[in-house]
């Protein structure tokens, strides 16, 4: 089972200085343990639109292999 979190991160740019943004991060459970198999930084600049991102992945029981293409999706 792969299960998602939203992860706030801080990010240094030269145009817009400071800011706070959100990744997400993804991690195989077996036998309850866990282990990080995914992490794209830097999705989401909104913490309700990233937990409500995470949340429908959790739900929907996304496989990783999608979860870039789904990101994807979800910004555009």
Request: aromatic fraction near 10%; proline fraction near 1%.
């Amino acid at each position: 089972m792969v299960a998602y979190q939203a992860v706030q991160e801080e990010f240094h740019d030269h145009d817009l200085g400071v800011y706070t943004a959100f990744g997400v991060c993804a991690y195989q459970i077996v036998e309850q343990q866990q282990e990080q198999v995914a992490y794209i930084p830097d999705v989401f600049l909104s913490t309700e639109t990233a937990q409500h991102f995470v949340e429908i992945c959790n739900r929907l029981q996304l496989e990783i292999i999608h979860l870039r293409e789904v990101i994807e999706d979800a910004i555009l």
